[in-house]
């Protein structure tokens, strides 16, 4: 059975691992405790002591606060309740003209604003860029995940969720 | 019918197909199979039983392919073989091409549902060839070949073999043909067609097809290749018959496949989490200044939005639910297109080990809504490339997939996306010069299977080395293609820079080519990629899209004065605002920002630019590594304003060391500056809301837009209500179409 230990994982989040270490990793079959390790590192690495419940993201995670499920940053700002889209509390840049989307492709090699423009969703504590979005204008916000974590936790992982 | 019934137990094949739906509509099993009999009892037997197949299968491809002498076939192994039951469902598959591990199920089922066995018959020895894909195919090009194997006159299941063709004879030379906008534009269909007997291809089949298609070299051999494999495959089973015995044999290849359903719902429950995933994504089909036909005038945006469910016992469904409606082009979808497209990606993200079978198929529930583009229900439109709208849509699966992986902490698995399969640069000519006066050259490049994939989330993506539509890719070799494109030999070849989707961990690379037109006369050029609007679903939490492409090419060139005198000419479009084209070239340059074009007529000495694309980003670029940035730079990847602009990071090349350095401070101060920017351009969200609803309520979306809106609102009740929900519309509300 495939295991890991906490360093190999925590650079592997950071991203210093090189090919070789990483290409077993990859290839292998998967070390079934690894949810649990990698909660464990995160929850060590957040600067609030709310339980996470669920990693849902770079940096947003499900957590329990006050016997409610809200999705939150790492850095603390708090996105209320996570059945709602998370994107729908961000702070919110369009672009959506050529000058705008010229800042970061070069002429010809980003989209026409007229068929798509480029949505960006801030975070409102640390304005970390969380999502992009690249749709026709007027398209609706899209709602990326809604995990069914009671399912998970009981049906998949045979437990309780960590606030239940 | 007279003659004894083919199915098992003196049933007809169709009685058997539908005692088999019966059953797993009944018991949620297939075949109704509870208990993995042969598998609990002999588990080694089992394994080795299915072993021997596979390698049986694989080694067929590897023999196979040798036969075949289309480069596209030998060289990039763009074909694959199945062995399936004898009602179409998919025991075992070879490696290569797996978007076939369900189409040629749909291709027995047809021929089964139309009563073959009792009008054409089949028979020992009979062949069948397909490319229709009405009837289990992605497009024309790929073509099937299927045999039935027989144990003392029961037919105990089907060989099957395809191969992606060079050209099928449709109305322009290539593989995915732009200009197509109905089934009479697509080439050679041939609908589950009896071609042979005795094992032998009829001759006038052979003289037939031949003439149908601009190829007939690479068609002859190919299709020996695929019979060749298919009977392989034949030998490999009788073998295994009088080995282990028919009631083994046939028991063996239900558990196979009830197997296979239960390893992906296992797979499901180890790697994603049980919930609702969501994506859109979307592709352009800029017509209106293209078209020769003046129905398919017409500018076009489809609209591909995918929902999965992962359900509590890991069953998942999809759906494409508020999908737009087809058009006057090539890229309509079939199932058998769908299908191939959702395989050869759950081959690759969940089950690339164990049982690669169909009972993956019955583990997934989908909605390929009638009347949209992925199931327009009118076999007259042009299903020639399908690929067009499938590849940007299953961007979507890959990246909900991904959302599961990474909650899950299996974070290495995660990709943000992966590109589109372009610049797929297509047509064809005469020579006019040379050993080979007066014989066609086709260009049909499959470099198109090198590819930048999308970034994970913990690496960057991979570079020019990926193709959706096939897990083994190879961008194969220059000589190789030259040597069937002999009429646009390559200038050059180099790595362009900005292809990338930005993002903490970037998404792959790749390169840029200039072809020059030679010894050649009737030259037909065209080529097909995304260009108005970004790829798919774009980047993941925070990582861009990757760069669109664009259409780029010189008429009335001076090129051959150039050489005369040995001046620079183009090696490439590094900076399109300042184009080494306008620079080095006295010629008729023509850039269009789109990428997918009609046939043009090219001279000798014109010149065709080209790019493959870059993959999706992952993350904040913001967090991307100083040292990364720099190495982007040395590597030719990013130019100095992308990586100001967009990674916060100031440098400046060292003319003597010849590489570039990073001024630290500078670029701490540029970042603390895009942060700030961040605060100052952005809005609350209910400002946007107010904002985007406008552009909705007050008409300001251009034709494209407005058509593909109207268009999903009147094929699907339920995405209606969600938009109009979510933008607070009245129930009534129409978006008006010029």
Redesign the interface.
Known sequence: MEKYDKKTLERMIDGDLSWEELKPIISGRKDPNRFNMILEILQKRVPWKERIILPLHEHLYIVSKDGQRIVKCDCGHEFGDYQENWKTKCRVRVRDTIEEIGELYPKYMGSDPEWEELREYYCPGCFTLLDTEAVPPGYPTIFNFLPDIDAFYEKWLGKKAPDK | MSKKPLGWDGKTLNVILEESEKLFKETGYYYGITKLTLKEEDPFRFERNYASLRGALVSARETALHVAASPIVKEIGELCFALYTPEGDSIVVSTGILVHVHTMSEAVKFMIRQDYEDDPGINIGDIFLNNDPACGNVHTTDVQTLIPIFWNEELVGWAGGVTHQIDTGGITPGHDLVPAMQRFDDGVYYTCRKIGSNDRIWKDHLISAKRSVRTPMYWELDEKCRLAGDLMIRDAVLEFIKKEGIDYYKRFIREAIEEGRRVFLERI???L????????A?M?MPQKNEAWQPRARLDK?S?QPLEII?K??GKMSLSFEGASGPGPNCMNAEKGAMEGGQWVLLTQILIYADKVNDGAYFAVEKNYPLGSWCNPGDIYLSYQAPWGNLIPAYTGMMK?LS??L????????VVSGYSFTGDAIQGGGVYSDGPLIGQRWSLSTFEISGQGLGAS???DGLNWGYAMWNPESDLGDVETWELFQGGVPYLSRRIKP??SG?G??RGGANYEGVALVAYSKEVDFFGAREG???HG???M?????N??G?RLYAKNTNLEEIIRNREDYPLGDP???NGEFERLLRADIT?K?YCSIYPITLENYDLIYYFMSGGPGY?????R?IEQIKQDLDDGFY?EN?VN??YGVVAKFNDKEREWIIDEKATENRRKEI?NE??E?????E??WE???K??TEN???D??RL??TESLNLSKMWSK??KE??KLPEDFQIEVK
């Open positions: 429950k180890e790697r989490i049980p919930g609702r995933y969501r994506a859109a979307f352009d945006i609209n992962i509590e016992d909900c959302y599961g990474f909650s899950r902490g299996y974070r290495e698995e989330a913990v690496r900005n292809l930005h903490k961990f108005m609007v970004f679903a774009g980047g939490h925070g990582g861009y899209p760069a669109t664009y900076d399109p605002s850039r920002p993350g904040d670029p913001l967090e590594k130019t992308i602009n967009v942060k961040r605060i351009k952005s809005m609350t969200f400002e946007f904002k985007e609803r552009k909705i300001k979306l251009n494209p837009v593909m809106y969600f938009f979510f933008w």
